[in-house]
């Protein structure tokens, strides 16, 4: 399967406006580890949105990364510190 992989702008924004260590763990994952191994059961706490299966989130650290898995087509759409609880 050839993956496709899209980066929203909202994604790359939030992505920049992380703090340092934070910026280089998420950008680590996203653009090294998950490019070069996806397959869906190796994503930590992975957890399905919607009821059609295309929205995801999972976490990296203290953040939530949201996805949009349409195919063989995952859009990065959105990188948010998890909230306080």
Do not use: C
């Amino acid at each position: 399967m050839i993956l496709e992989v899209r980066y929203a702008r909202s994604f790359l924004l939030d992505l920049k406006d992380l703090e340092p260590s934070a910026y280089e763990r998420v950008h680590d994952f996203v653009f090294t580890e998950f490019a070069h191994s996806w397959q869906m059961r190796t994503i930590p706490e992975l957890r399905q949105l919607d009821d059609d299966g295309i929205f995801h989130r999972f976490t990296v650290d203290n953040y939530l990364i949201g996805i949009e898995v349409r195919g063989e087509i995952v859009k990065f759409l959105r990188v948010i510190p998890m909230p306080d609880v």
